[in-house]
């Protein structure tokens, strides 16, 4: 089973290895910087779990977690 974003750690870090799903939705994540090979940090949680913060290349961005989920990594 794949590892993805939402099952790290508070602070833990990741490599982006792959994103699934359909095209259209990879491009949108694409665009927000999430490529292959990113580092990745998770920095909160909301408290019902959704949304997630993360930081990446110097900034931070929140997304769902339907989203979170479809972001493979590797730590």
Do not use: W
Not at 4 to 20: C, F, K, M, P, S
Request: with cysteine; net charge negative; charged share 25%.
């Amino acid at each position: 089973m794949a590892l993805t974003l939402v099952d790290l750690r508070l602070g833990q870090t990741a490599i982006v290895e792959d994103l699934l799903g359909d095209s259209i939705e990879n491009q949108r994540l694409m665009h927000m910087g999430i490529v292959e090979g990113c580092e990745i940090k998770l920095v909160r949680k909301a408290p019902s779990g959704d949304p997630i913060e993360i930081s990446l290349m110097g900034y931070s961005l929140s997304l769902r977690q339907n989203d979170a989920r479809r972001i493979v990594v590797s730590s």
